[in-house]
C-alpha cells in the first residue's frame, strides 16, 4: 500500500512537470527529458518491486509455536533438543530462509572442545565453537536447505561441552548452553495455489503444516433444522480431528452475508434453505441427486483462489446430512476424490465399532503404547530424562483403589566398560516427586525387560500428570577418570509399561474442568457415540459459534477411527437421554434443562437467574441468590437427575459477545488452558479468566456440623437444640430420676388403690 | 511573447524547502510524540531489598553447588517495563578457582547474568542486570544457583572455603505502568485487593454515615470482614472517609440506602442501575421493589484509576441483602458485569465451627490436612524442608506431656551409612537419623516426641536431609544427581491436647481473632456499635472487623451480627460481643455492670488483683482500654471492650488493629492498654471471673457418649415396662 502511495505520487509529480514543456528552452528539455527518463525507468523499478513484494511473503516461527515453554536447556557434557517443524505445501521457500539462533551458555566452556551444532533433518548445518567471545547473548543466522525441507521436519541443537581436558565431572553443572526464546525460523516464500480435490481432503481448509489457525467460515441457511445443525457439527468435528494440535478459528454467516478471501468456506443446506449455495447451481446441476441422497463438493474459490470451498448439500436435509457423514467419516472412502461426490440414499459409513482406546487412566488399565508412547532409549551417563504426559481422569484420593505403574525396563552396555551398580538407578518422579529409585543391582551386564510394581501416592494424582523416567548410568566411580574409558551404557522404558488400576476409583465428574484433559468425559468414545448436543430451538449465530467451539476442541482431542455419531437436537426442553448431553443454553429464549443443576434460569426475564444449591447431606434445594445482571457466561457441568453416570455440561450466555468469548475459549489453546477444576465456571467477559464457583467447595465440610443428613441426625439435632445448654452428665441424672419415678409411679398408684 | 525563463534555481529549492518542511513536521511529531509519551507514561518503580525477601543481611551460598530461591509477584494491575533490573551485590571466598566457579542469576528458569567467581570480584561487586519483562508471570522466582570450587583434587564438597555471598545491599527493581482499571464484579475483589500485590498494603476508604440502620449497618460489617479475609495477610489499609464525600486517594466503599448514604446519591449520573429521587431503577428504568439489592462498581469520577464498590437497595433489608450476596461464596462468583440486582437471598450453610484451614484441630490430622506439601531434597547440601505447623488456639495442652510427630519419608538407594536425616522443632535439633539402607526405602517412620510447653500456636519443623553418595571419595569423581530424600505429607502429629480454653483472654485475639473467628464466617459473634459513634469509634469499628477478617477465611460467607447499644437485645444473648465507645455513648457497657474492670471515665480505678490486694490504676484518658470479660447474658460467650474516652484513645485501639507489629504483639491478660508506645497487657482477675470455655459448649450442643445412651435407653424401656404393667394390672 506504502509502496503503491509512492509510486502514484512520483507518476502525478512527472506529469506536473512535464505540463512545463510549454518552455521551450533545449537545455531544459534535454534536462527534463532526463528526469524524465529516469522517473520513468524508477516508476517501472518500482512497479516490478511492487509485484515481487505482493507475491512474496514471509512468516516468522517463534520457540513457543515449536511448543518450547521458554528456553532450552542444554545440560551435561553432551546433550540434545530436537523439535518438529512443517514446510506448508503452499510454500514455494526462498533461499533466503534461514534459521536464527539466539543462545547464551556457561563461561566455562573450553572453546577447543565445547561446540553448539545446528541439525536439520540430520544435516548439520552449522558447528559453532562455544567460546567467551559468545558466553552472553548471540545471535548466528544459518541458512536453511530449502531443497532438503519435508512436510514435516526435525530441527536439533546438539551440544558437546567440556570444561577441562580429562577427568571432568560429565554432570558437572557448569555445563550448560540456552537456546533463547527470541530464536527463530524465518521462512521466505512465494505462496502457490492449492490443488482441490476430495481425494486429498481437508486440505487446503484443513492444513495441518501451516503456523497459524485455520480460518473456516461456515455458510448456514438462516434457519437451519436439526439435520443441517448435525451436518455442521460432523464436519466442524471431523475438520478438526485432521487439524488435531493446530488451531482452528470458525464463524458463521448465512445467505446474504459478505465472505472476503481470509476464510475457507464450507456452504451447508439444501439450495432452496441456502441460497449461497444456488450461486453454485452450475456445478450442482452436473451431479443430480435424488430423494434423500447427498452431494459434496469441494473446489477452489473461483475469486479467492487460494481458500477451498466445501458444499455439502442434497435436495432434502437428510441428503445433506449424508453428505455430511459422507466426508465425515474414517478412514475416507475409496471413491472420495475429483471435486464432487454424490452419496447415494443408501450409503452407510458401516465402519463398525471404535477400537480406539481412550488415552487416558480412569476405571481400566491403560499401556504406555495406549497413551501413545513407544518404546524410549537413552545412552550413557548424561542420560536425559523420559517425560511422559498421564492423564487420570478419576478419583483414587476419595476411593480404595489404587493406581499402580508396572513398568518394564531394561539395561545393559553395548560392550565397553562396566555398570557399576553401587551407584546406578533407575529413578521415576511423578508430577516431580520421586515415586522409585530402582538400583540397577541385578547385573553388571544389565537385565532385560526386568519388572517392577510401583504404587503412585494417592495424593500426587492428579487431572494432568507427569511421569519422568531418569536413568543415573554411572560409570565405576574410577571409571570415568581412566584412560580410554568407554561408555556404553543405555536404558529403556518399554511400552507394554502400563499403568494398573486396582480397584475401582471414584468418580471425578461433575467437573467442567476435565474438558480440558483430552475432552473427558466425551471422549471416553472417540466417535462420541454417547454424546448428546441439545440446542435452543432457534439458535442464534452466538449459539452456532458456541457449538463450533466445542465441537473443535472435542475433535482436537481425538481422531475416530469410525465415523462420527454424536446426536443433537433442539427444543425448549431436553427429552430424556441415556448419553452424556452438551447444551447450549441461550439465556434470551431459556430452556428447561435436566434436573440437578446447580444454575437454572427463569424464563421470566431474560436477565434473571437464578442460582441453585443443595445441601450436601440432604435432598432439599435451596435457592441461594437471585440476581440480575446484563452479563455474564456460564459453564457448568452435573449429573442430571439421580443418575450417577451420566453428565450434562451446559454453556449458558446471554448475548451473543458471551458466546463468542466462550467459541474463542474452546478455540484459543492459551484461553483453554485456563479452564481448571470445578464444576462450574463464571468466563470474565473482559480477561477471558474464569471464576470457579463451586457449592460445595471446602474439604473442611467433612469436619464440622452441617446441615441435617440423615434422619436420625434430624433428631439428634432436635435433641441438641432441645438440650442446648444442658451437660450430658445432667441430662443422665434426670433421665435416671425420671425412670425412677415411672417405676415408683405404678407401684405408689397401685398401693394407693389397694388401700382405697 | 516573452517567456520568462525556466528558472532551475526554483527546483533547486524544492529539495530544501522539503527537507525544512521535513524537518519541522519530524521535529513537531517528535515533541509530541514526546508529549504523548510523558502523558501515558506515568511509571512507578518498587525497589524490593534482601529485607523484603526475608534475608536482611543477606545470604552465602554454602558448599561446592548451592541455591537459594526468592519468591515474588507480579500484581495484576502492573505492565512491567524494561528498564526493571536486579541490582546484585556480592562477594566471595577468594580460595575459589575462578576457571571453575561461577554465579548464575535466574528469574524463573532464564538464566539473566552468569558471573564469573574470580579474583576482581571477591570484594564486594555490583552488577546491574536487566529483568525482561516478558519472562514474568504471576509468580516468579529470583535464583542465585552456584557452581564453586577450590581445588581440582581431592575436593570436599562441604569445605568452609566455598563460599559466596549475597550481599544486602542486592535489590530488584521493579518499573511499571498501572494498567487502566475496569469495574467488572466477576473480577471482585480486584482491583480493591489485588492478591498479587504483596509489596505495599491495599488502601480502601469506606463511609460509615451517622443514622446507619441496624440492617445498615449490619452489612458494612460484613462486607468489611468480607474484604479483609479477602487480603488475608496482606496488608490492608483501610480509613474512616468523611460522611457524603467520595473524593479519597483509595478504592472506597460505600454501604447504605441513598438516603442513608448521601455519598451514594452524589454519585447518581455514574451508575449503570439509575438512581434518581433516591431509588434505584432497573436498566429498563422501571423502579426496582423495596426489598431488592442493589451492587454497582464504578471507576471514582474524581480519581478514574479507582474504583467505588456501591452496596445499596432502596431499603436497608436490600442493602443487607447486597452485603450478604457480595460476601457468600459462590453467589459472588457468579456476579459479573458493573452491577447487579439482588432479588432474593438466602443463607447457605454456615461455615462448619473451627475449621480452620491448616490448623490442626485434633491429634492425628496429617501434614496434607494441614494444607502441608510432601518435598523432596536432592545433592549434597539441599535446601532444608521447612513446615509450618499451626494449632488451633482451644487446643489445651497440660505440661509434661510428650507430643508424638510422626514423619513418614523415602531416600534414594546407594545412599552410605554417613547420611542421614535430621528434624528441628522451633529451630533447634531434636532428633537425627541414619538412612543407611543401601536399597533407599519408602515410606518409613519416624516418630519422635516434643515437649508439651514447647508446642505454639504457630510453629517451624524442618528437615534437613545430609546425603551422601555411596563411595563417596574427595578424590575420585562422584556425582550426587541421584540422591535425594522426601518427607511425605501423610505424615501425622498425635497432640494429647484437650479441647477448652482459658477465658478472658485479650490475648487470644492475637490466635488469629479467637473466640471471635472461631466460626470462620464469623458467626456468633456480634459487634455493638454506639448510636452517636465518633470519629475514633467509626475507626475503631473499621480497623477491627478488617482484622477479624485478615485473620480468618471462610469458604462460605459472612455471618457476623451488629447492632447499637441502645437496642442489641437480640445479638447479646448468643453472641460473642465486641462493644465499642465508652459508657456516655454506649448504653450496652452500662449493662456489663461491675463486671468491668476499668472505668474509663474515671481518672483512678481500684482493681483488686488474684491475691486479693487493692490495688490503684491511674488512667490517662488517652489510653485506649481493650477488656475482655465473660458475657453476663450467657457464661460461654465473651464480650470484649475496646473504651477510650477521646477519639486519641479509640484511634490508638484502632491503630493496634490495623498494624501487623502492635497487634502480634498483643499479650495474654484480660485487659490491654494500648499506650503511644503499643499494648500491654495484665490479668487482673477475681475468683470465679475466669473459666474454660469447651467447643462443645460453644457449638456442638448436646453430645453425649455411647453408654450414656445405652444407660437412657435401658431406663426407658424400664420406664415403659413398669406403666404397660400398671396399665394392665399385672
Known sequence: ?756 | MMTRPFSLPVFKKIPAILSLLAFLGGSFLSMWAGITAVQAATRNSLVITMKDMGNPEGHTLKTVRTERRYHFTKPKGWKVQPSSSIHMVFQHSPSLLPERSSLNVLVNERIVKTIRLAKENVVPTGVDIPIPPEILKDHNDLTFQVDQHYTYQCEDPLSAELWTTVLPDTTMKLDYELLPVKPDLAALPYPMVDVLNTYSPAHIGYSVPDGLSPASLEALSTVLVSLGQAAGWRELETSVVPSGSTSTDHHLVLVGTPDENPAISSLSGSFELPLSGGKFSGKDGSALPENYGVIQLVNNPSRPDHVILVVSGNSPEGVKMAAKTLAQNPSNRLLAGKSAVVKEFQPGPQHPYRAWDGFIQESGDNFAKLGLETQTARGYAPVPILYKVKMMPDLFLPGQRKVKVHTFYSYASQLPGQSKLEVKWNGKAIKSIGLDNPKGETNAELTFEINSEEFFTYNELEYQFFLFPDKEDLCRFVTDVHIWGTVHNTSYIELPADKKTAVPDVGLINDAGFPFTAYQDLSETAVVMPKNATEGDKNVFVQTLTRLGRESRSHRGINIRAAYGDNAGDVRGNNHLIVIGNKSRNPLLNELGGKSKLIVENRFDQLKTPDGKQVEVSNDPDQGIIEELISPWNDKRVVLTMQGENDTAMNRIAYLMMNDKWFGSIESGNITVVNADGPKSMTVLAKGEAKFLQPAELSEGFKMPIWGWIVLGFLAILGLISILRFMFGR
Open chain 1, 1 to 756: 500500500m506504502g509502496s503503491r502511495l509512492v509510486l502514484s505520487m512520483f507518476l502525478d509529480t512527472s506529469r506536473v512537470l512535464y505540463r512545463f514543456r510549454f518552455l521551450n528552452t533545449i537545455a531544459v528539455k534535454k534536462s527534463l527529458r532526463k528526469i524524465f527518463s529516469a522517473m520513468a525507468l524508477l516508476g517501472l523499478f518500482c512497479q516490478a518491486l511492487l509485484i515481487t513484494t505482493a507475491m512474496a511473503a514471509t512468516e516468522q516461527v517463534k520457540l513457543k509455536q515449536l511448543r518450547v515453554k521458554d528456553v532450552i536447556y542444554l545440560p551435561t557434557v553432551n546433550s540434545q533438543r530436537v523439535l518438529q517443524f512443517s514446510k506448508p505445501k503452499t510454500w514455494n521457500l526462498s533461499g533466503s530462509s534461514r534459521i536464527e539462533v539466539t543462545f547464551q551458555h556457561s563461561w566455562e566452556l573450553d572453546p577447543s572442545r565445547s561446540r553448539l551444532e545446528v541439525i536439520v533433518n540430520n544435516r548439520l548445518l552449522k558447528q559453532v565453537s562455544l567460546g567467551p567471545d559468545n558466553a552472553k547473548n548471540t545471535t548466528i543466522s544459518v541458512p536453511l536447505p530449502v531443497g532438503i525441507l519435508k512436510d514435516q521436519n526435525t530441527l536439533t541443537f546438539r551440544v558437546e561441552q567440556h570444561y577441562k581436558a580429562k577427568c571432568e565431572d560429565p554432570l558437572d553443572p557448569s555445563l550448560w548452553t540456552q537456546i533463547l526464546p527470541e530464536s527463530k525460523l524465518v521462512f521466505d516464500y512465494t505462496p502457490t495455489l492449492p490443488t482441490v480435490d476430495l481425494a486429498g481432503y481437508p486440505f487446503p481448509i484443513i492444513d495441518p503444516l501451516t503456523y497459524s489457525p485455520q480460518p473456516l467460515k461456515f455458510v448456514l441457511p438462516n434457519t437451519p433444522d436439526e439435520k443441517e445443525l448435525q451436518a455442521l457439527g460432523y464436519i466442524n468435528m471431523n475438520l478438526a480431528q485432521s487439524a488435531g494440535r493446530k488451531e482452528v478459528r470458525t464463524s458463521i454467516a448465512h445467505p446474504g452475508n459478505a465472505v472476503d478471501g481470509k476464510d475457507h468456506l464450507i456452504y451447508i443446506g439444501t439450495p432452496s434453505d441456502n441460497s449461497a449455495i444456488a450461486a453454485y447451481q452450475g456445478m450442482i446441476s452436473q451431479h443430480p441427486v435424488s430423494g434423500d441422497s447427498g452431494l459434496v463438493l469441494f473446489f477452489q474459490h473461483p475469486t479467492y483462489h487460494d481458500r477451498g470451498v466445501l458444499i455439502a448439500t442434497g435436495n432434502t436435509t437428510e441428503g445433506v446430512l449424508q453428505a455430511a457423514k459422507y466426508v465425515s467419516t474414517h478412514p475416507t472412502q475409496a471413491d472420495m476424490k475429483g471435486n464432487a461426490v454424490v452419496v447415494p440414499e443408501s450409503w452407510n459409513p458401516n465402519s463398525g465399532d471404535s477400537n480406539q482406546a481412550a488415552p487416558f487412566v480412569e476405571n481400566q488399565n491403560r499401556s504406555f503404547q495406549q497413551l501413545g508412547y513407544g518404546e524410549e532409549s537413552v545412552e550413557k551417563i548424561f542420560a536425559p530424562p523420559i517425560n511422559y504426559q498421564v492423564p487420570v481422569l478419576a478419583d483414587f484420593l476419595n476411593s480404595n483403589a489404587k493406581l499402580w505403574l508396572d513398568l518394564s525396563y531394561s539395561y545393559g552396555r553395548k560392550g565397553g566398560d562396566l555398570i557399576n551398580p553401587k551407584f546406578s538407578s533407575l529413578e521415576l518422579r511423578f508430577n516431580d516427586m520421586p515415586i522409585a529409585n530402582i538400583p540397577l543391582l541385578q547385573s553388571e551386564n544389565g537385565e532385560s525387560m526386568a519388572k517392577a510394581a510401583i504404587p503412585i501416592p494417592k495424593d500426587l494424582i492428579q487431572p494432568n500428570n507427569t511421569l519422568v523416567a531418569q536413568y543415573h548410568l554411572l560409570p565405576d566411580k574410577f571409571g570415568y577418570c581412566k584412560g580410554g574409558y568407554e561408555d556404553k551404557a543405555w536404558g529403556k522404558i518399554h511400552d507394554d509399561s502400563t499403568f494398573r488400576v486396582d480397584g475401582v476409583p471414584a468418580s471425578l465428574l461433575p467437573n467442567v474442568g476435565v474438558l480440558n484433559y483430552t475432552g473427558f468425559p466425551y471422549s471416553r468414545d472417540a466417535n462420541y457415540k454417547n454424546t448428546h448436543f441439545m440446542l435452543p430451538k432457534t439458535p442464534g449465530d452466538g449459539a452456532l459459534e458456541a457449538f463450533l467451539g466445542i465441537t473443535s476442541r472435542l475433535g482436537r482431542a481425538t481422531f475416530s477411527d469410525t465415523d462420527l455419531r454424536f446426536t443433537l437436537s433442539t427444543g425448549d426442553s431436553v427429552p430424556y437421554q441415556t448419553k452424556d448431553l452438551i447444551i447450549i443454553q441461550d439465556l434470551r429464549q431459556p430452556m428447561k434443562l435436566p434436573e440437578g443443576g446447580k444454575l437454572s434460569w427463569n424464563g421470566a426475564s431474560p436477565l434473571l437467574k437464578e442460582y441453585m444449591t443443595k445441601y450436601e447431606t440432604g435432598s432439599e434445594t435451596h435457592k441461594l441468590i437471585s440476581y440480575e445482571s446484563g452479563d455474564g457466561t456460564y459453564l457448568e457441568q452435573y449429573h442430571p437427575g439421580t443418575s450417577g453416570d451420566r453428565v450434562v455440561t451446559v454453556l449458558a450466555a446471554m448475548h451473543d459477545q458471551g458466546f463468542n468469548n466462550l467459541a474463542l475459549m474452546f478455540e484459543d489453546d492459551d484461553r483453554f488452558a485456563k479452564l481448571t477444576p470445578g464444576p462450574m465456571k463464571l468466563l470474565n467477559n473482559s480477561s477471558g479468566d474464569m471464576n470457579t464457583v463451586e457449592a460445595t467447595p471446602a474439604r473442611v465440610e467433612k469436619t464440622g456440623s452441617g446441615a441435617p443428613g440423615n434422619w436420625w441426625d434430624g433428631i439428634l439435632s432436635w435433641f441438641g437444640a432441645l438440650f442446648s445448654g444442658l451437660s450430658w452428665p445432667l441430662i443422665i441424672g434426670a433421665a435416671i430420676v425420671l425412670a425412677i419415678l415411672l417405676i415408683l409411679l405404678p407401684l405408689i398408684l397401685r398401693r394407693a388403690n389397694q388401700r382405697y
